[in-house]
């Protein structure tokens, strides 16, 4: 099984491009979320969804949009990339919503230049 | 949203010492998880504890949960330098997702 798979590994973007970040699991997990990580700050969520057609916000949103037409995949628009979304991203999936059996795709490098 | 505070922040240890990392938080959780992040890759389950009190062994690395469901502890006997990474704890935060603490980062040197 290819679990969770991010694509893609690395991105520069100049300040206000848009993109989407790829987001496919294989486990047919329910639960999906983003998070980005930054130095000193930790993980942070960003989205998540419950299932497919079911999206909310997490901690910090602004900036992304996300949907979910699959169960399988989950990915996450940035709208107008700014110097602040410079980040590494990860997504998420789990089968029940404590978390249980929560694996993380490898991860997204972006820079906003 | 619920914080954990993990400490120490950061931790430099030789090979065969022992180490315990704390997550601690003022809110009581249902269930808390530890994770394992080597550069360049996503965080890795653990483990999870999920009864206060609940003892949980992975080798050489102990997990506790405390009895009042508001912390935790690792606790790796005998570091090896494999050991070396970012130790995160997560509890379920409202809404169907993870509260993550910063992390500690462990480094082992031979």
């Known amino acids: 099984n290819a679990g969770v798979t991010q694509t893609p590994k690395f991105q520069v973007l100049k300040t206000g491009q848009s993109m989407t970040l790829q987001c496919a699991q294989d486990?047919?997990?329910?639960?999906m979320s983003w998070y980005r990580q930054d130095p000193g700050m930790g993980l942070r969520l960003i989205h998540y969804?419950?299932?497919?057609?079911?999206?909310d916000q997490g901690e910090v949103p602004n900036g992304y949009n996300v949907s979910r037409s699959t169960t399988e995949d989950f990915p996450l628009r940035l709208l107008s990339a700014a110097p602040s979304q410079t980040s590494v991203y990860f997504c998420?999936?789990?089968?029940?919503?404590?978390?249980?059996?929560?694996?993380f795709g490898s991860g997204t490098r972006l820079t906003v230049v | 949203t619920q914080l954990l505070e993990q400490s120490p922040q950061f931790l430099s240890i030789q090979e065969g010492e022992n180490l315990t990392v704390y997550c601690n938080s003022s809110?009581?959780?249902?269930?808390l998880q530890w994770y394992r992040q080597e550069p360049g890759e996503g965080p890795v389950l653990l483990v999870t504890?999920?009864?206060?009190?609940e003892v949980k062994k992975l080798k050489r690395l102990t997990f506790q949960f405390g009895d009042a469901r508001k912390d935790s502890s690792l606790h790796i006997t005998a570091a090896q330098p494999g050991d070396t990474g970012l130790y995160l704890c997560?509890?379920?935060?409202?809404?169907?997702?993870?509260?993550f603490g910063k992390g500690t980062s462990l480094l082992v040197t031979p």
């Open positions: 998420a999936s789990s089968y029940d919503y404590r978390g249980n059996g929560y694996t």
């Open positions: 504890v999920v009864t206060g009190g």
């Open positions: 809110s009581v959780f249902s269930s």
């Open positions: 997560a509890g379920p935060a409202s809404g169907y997702a993870l509260n």
């Open positions: 486990m047919n997990h329910e639960y």
């Open positions: 969804s419950v299932g497919a057609g079911i999206t």
